[in-house]
């Protein structure tokens, strides 16, 4: 099993671009999440889905929207890249506890 | 609500010390806990977790960790620091809000290991 990927892992930006992460798992969780990580703030949930066709917002869900149109696969999409998204992007699945977490995408927009 | 603070965002100890990094939570409920680590350019990976039973949880690599409800602590602690120990350690409690499962993540504590 791979667990929880992340495409891609590395993207620069330039301000007003848009661009969708991809999440993919392969252990039939219910539950996906995407987190943002910056220097000192620990994870932030931006927005997660407690199965397919459903999505809900976290912590800080704007400038960002998902979709979850299979229930192996949750995207992350920015509309018009700022820079204040210039981050580290953590995709996690799980059953309701435990979280699995992808590798991250580093994101700079510039 | 559910949250967690970590105290200290930097930790130092050198090879074959104890490591003793905190966490203390709040939680309106009987509270599931987690320890994660965070090694360099990598996603996280589950340390230990404490849901129910036995308050001293044993995770991988040599760390443990102590759930004490009086104190609203979750520390976790290793009796000797090894070099591959170095990386960043999130404590983390479930929320239930909303009627659906979160964690809440504290802002992480950055271990540093000296020969």
């Known amino acids: 099993n791979a667990g929880v990927t992340q495409t891609p892992k590395f993207r620069v930006l330039k301000t007003g671009q848009s661009m969708t992460l991809l999440c993919a798992q392969d252990m039939n969780h219910e539950y996906m999440y995407w987190y943002r990580q910056d220097p000192g703030m620990g994870l932030r949930l931006i927005h997660y889905?407690?199965?397919?066709?459903?999505?809900a917002k976290g912590e800080v869900p704007d400038g960002y929207n998902v979709s979850r149109l299979k229930k192996q696969n949750f995207l992350l999409g920015l509309e018009s890249a700022a820079p204040s998204q210039t981050s580290v992007y953590f995709c996690?699945?799980?059953?309701?506890?435990?979280?699995?977490f992808g590798p991250g995408t580093r994101l700079t927009v510039l | 609500a559910q949250s967690v603070t970590q105290l200290g965002s930097h930790v130092s100890v050198s090879e074959g010390a104890l490591v003793l990094l905190r966490c203390n939570y709040s939680?309106?409920?009987?509270?599931?806990l987690f320890w994660y680590v965070q090694y360099p350019n990598q996603g996280l990976q589950l340390l230990l977790k404490y849901t129910t039973g036995a308050t001293l949880v044993k995770g991988i690599n040599g760390f443990e960790a102590e759930f004490k409800k009086s104190e609203t602590s979750f520390h976790l602690t290793k009796p000797s620091a090894h070099m591959s120990d170095a990386a960043e350690y999130f404590c983390?409690?479930?929320?239930?809000?909303?009627?659906?499962?979160?964690?809440?993540f504290g802002a992480g504590t950055r271990l540093a290991v000296h020969p």
């Open positions: 889905s407690v199965g397919e066709g459903t999505t």
């Open positions: 983390a409690v479930v929320s239930f809000s909303g009627g659906y499962n979160k964690l809440i």
């Open positions: 996690a699945s799980s059953t309701g506890g435990e979280q699995f």
């Open positions: 939680s309106s409920v009987p509270p599931y």
